[in-house]
Each structure stands twice: as structure tokens, then as C-alpha cells.
Nanobody
């Protein structure tokens, strides 16, 4: 499977962006997926995850209430709606898919076997 992330850009603080992640090569409907981000000089950090079937979601505390993760299995896609953006949200955002059947641990980048190329989000103050 290949993942293609898009939707990043430059936005002012308080603004909104919607990231998309489109999968190709095989269906991802049966897999947990997630969004992570990496700022310059920092480790990749968890943002949000969504279970197969979209029955469960989880968020990093820093984005809870501002970001919403969703998926559309008919389009083999996942999304991240980002509102009330802050300068500290500036980072390259990566989407990932994991073959692990366990929901626990999907906030750890190590469990994800496939990543998209990343899309840059820059929030100006």
C-alpha cells in the first residue's frame, strides 16, 4: 500500500486546514490509521488515530477539541480537520497505516509500517 498526504499550507493562527491521506495499492478499510507530526529538531509525535470501521478515535491532549480525524473507506482515505490552529502546530504531518490488530499502541509511531510522504503545515502568529 502507498499513502499520499496532502492539504498542508500556510495559515494564520486561529485558522483551519483539512489534511487528506489517500491510500492506493490495496484497501485500508481493515486497518487502524493515524496522523503524526514532526517539527524541526523534534521526534515524530502522535496527533490522532482512528480504528478500522471508525468505531474508535484517540487524540493527543494538545489537539483534543481542535482536531477531528475521520475516514472514508469507500474512497480509501483518511482526513484530519484542524481548527483553531496555533503556531505550535507547525510541523510536517504524516499519515500512517498499521497492520497491528491492537488498538492499544496506535499512538506509537513504531507500530506503523507504512507512511505517507508528509505535508507541511505552517501556522503564523
Amino acid at each position: 500500500v502507498q499513502l499520499q498526504a496532502s492539504g498542508g499550507g500556510l495559515v494564520q493562527a486561529g485558522g483551519s486546514l483539512r489534511l487528506s491521506c489517500v491510500a492506493s495499492g490495496r484497501t485500508v478499510a481493515s486497518y487502524h490509521m493515524g496522523w503524526f507530526r514532526q517539527a524541526p529538531g523534534k521526534d515524530r509525535e502522535f496527533v490522532a488515530a482512528i480504528s478500522w470501521g471508525a468505531g474508535s478515535t484517540k487524540y493527543a491532549e494538545s489537539v483534543k477539541g481542535r482536531f477531528t480525524i475521520s475516514r472514508d473507506d469507500a474512497r480509501n482515505s483518511m482526513y484530519l480537520e484542524m481548527n483553531s490552529l496555533k503556531p505550535e502546530d507547525t510541523a510536517v504531518y504524516y499519515c500512517g497505516v498499521t497492520s497491528s490488530a491492537f488498538w492499544r499502541g496506535t499512538d506509537r509511531p513504531q507500530v506503523y509500517g507504512t507512511w505517507g510522504q508528509g505535508t507541511l503545515v505552517t501556522v503564523s502568529s
